[in-house]
């Protein structure tokens, strides 16, 4: 007889199978013409007022703990607007049952205004994809998704590329707690080789609810990135850094490393 556990376990592996099939896709644009890496999209997870350019695209990969792994791809329709998707989930990697998120999610974003040399760049977008598991009882992501967000960008050449960022964002995920948040954060290019990432959210919007995922403090993360090309980057990132907790027991926000793979290119 068949288990209770095998409906599940195919269910599984066919989302893990979806992953894999999105990779190879993805992997199938790879040896096209390089562009730039240096208009950072995200901080290290929050988005920036950066779009890719008209006919642009962006791929990444990020490896954090539980062996998760979530992939995304972003595409630049006009100068002004970009669209993309992402799907990912944990226990991807290592050993123990996989816990693959519950759908893909999108991710879409407006530039309104131009940077010049007083202004900043402004854009709006939406993005569904929250880090980290998925609690089905709380129809959440352990990290809450942006949601509907707007952002300013302004950069300045200092011994090389440095930017700050600021947003707000209202996450429709967990009706226990809809504040809207604030997020800011800065970005240091050296040599357009090495780039130093730090991002913080006072978390608004996830001081209220479960004991098991909420922790009234802000979220802290930062990232260490080599760019192994111009259009190609390996990136050490750094999550949770401000939570009380390192404990490895499952569920719960706890500071964590993960690694990304980030790679840009036009089609």
């Known amino acids: ?33 390089q562009v730039s890496a240096h208009q950072p999209l995200k901080i290290v997870d929050f988005p920036t007022a950066g779009l890719p350019e008209k006919g642009q695209y ?31 989930g944990i226990g991807f ?11 893909p999610e999108v991710n879409a974003r407006v530039r309104i205004l131009n940077e010049d040399i007083v202004m900043p760049a402004i854009a709006v977008g939406f993005d569904s994809q929250g ?58 290019t050296f040599a357009n080789l090495v780039e130093f990432s730090a991002e913080f959210d006072v978390a608004a919007n996830d001081n209220e609810g479960s004991a098991d995922i909420v922790e009234s403090r802000p979220y802290v993360n930062a990232s260490i990135a080599w760019y192994v090309h111009d259009n190609f980057s390996l990136a050490l990132d750094f999550r949770d850094i401000a939570s009380s907790s390192k404990k490895d027991s499952e569920g719960g926000r706890k500071w964590n490393r993960g690694l990304s793979l980030t790679y ?3 089609i």
Do not use: C
Request: hydrophobic letters at 40%; charged letters at 20%; glycine letters at 12%.
């Open 1 to 33: 007889m068949t288990s209770d556990s095998e409906p599940q376990r195919r269910l599984a592996l066919t989302k893990q199978a979806a992953v894999l099939a999105f990779l190879a896709a993805t992997a199938a644009l790879w040896p096209v013409s």
């Open 58 to 88: 962006g791929v990444d990969l990020d490896l954090y703990s539980d062996g998760g792994l979530l992939a995304g791809l972003e595409v630049g329709f006009f100068s002004f607007l970009s669209f993309g998707i992402s799907y990912g």
């Open 93 to 103: 990697i290592g050993t123990g049952d996989m816990d693959m998120n519950p759908r």
């Open 131 to 188: 880090y980290g598991r998925f609690y089905d009882d709380a129809e959440r992501y352990l990290v809450k998704s942006r949601g509907l967000y707007a952002v300013a960008s302004k950069n300045w050449d200092l011994a090389g590329p440095f930017s700050l960022h600021g947003g707000v964002s209202y996450s429709f995920e967990d009706s226990g707690d809809r504040d809207p948040t604030v997020f800011l954060g800065a970005i240091k």
């Open 264 to 266: 840009r290119a036009e």
